[in-house]
């Protein structure tokens, strides 16, 4: 049984950074398609990023692009989200998610999810 577990989110000031981390077990990262959600209460679950197994293929939402950098390290088991220059609207509930085929932000696309990490930023 693949599972996922978020880990680096809190509490930061706007213009401050943060790194997100997503370890797998159970399963072998470089066989899936890994990507980043975020989630405020209320509202659908929003893809903010995704890259492909090997890397060669990466995605960002728009607001969150030379921002953001999404990265993978194989070897490890485990996914990054680099954050910086946040913003009041990037607080969230961040969620990692995999799935074995491809890239998509279709979040009903994805197999696996981890719990959850909350990224609050204020002013």
């Known amino acids: 049984q693949v599972q996922l577990v978020e880990s680096g989110g809190g509490s930061v000031q706007a213009g401050g950074s943060l790194r997100l981390s997503c370890a797998v077990s159970?399963?072998?990262?470089?066989?899936?398609?890994m990507a980043w959600f975020r989630q405020t209460p209320g509202t659908v679950r929003e893809f903010v990023a995704g890259?492909?197994?090997?890397?060669?293929?990466?995605r960002y939402t728009e607001s969150v692009k030379g921002r953001f950098t999404i990265s993978r390290d194989n070897a490890k088991n485990t996914m990054y989200l680099q954050m910086n220059s946040l913003r009041l609207e990037d607080t969230a509930v961040y969620y990692c998610?995999?799935?074995?085929?491809?890239?998509?932000?279709?979040?009903?696309?994805?197999?696996?999810w981890g719990q959850g990490t909350q990224v609050t930023v204020s002013s």
């Open positions: 998610a995999a799935e074995p085929e491809m890239l998509t932000t279709d979040g009903k696309q994805y197999d696996y």
């Open positions: 159970g399963g072998t990262l470089s066989s899936y398609v």
């Open positions: 890259i492909s197994w090997n890397g060669g293929q990466i």
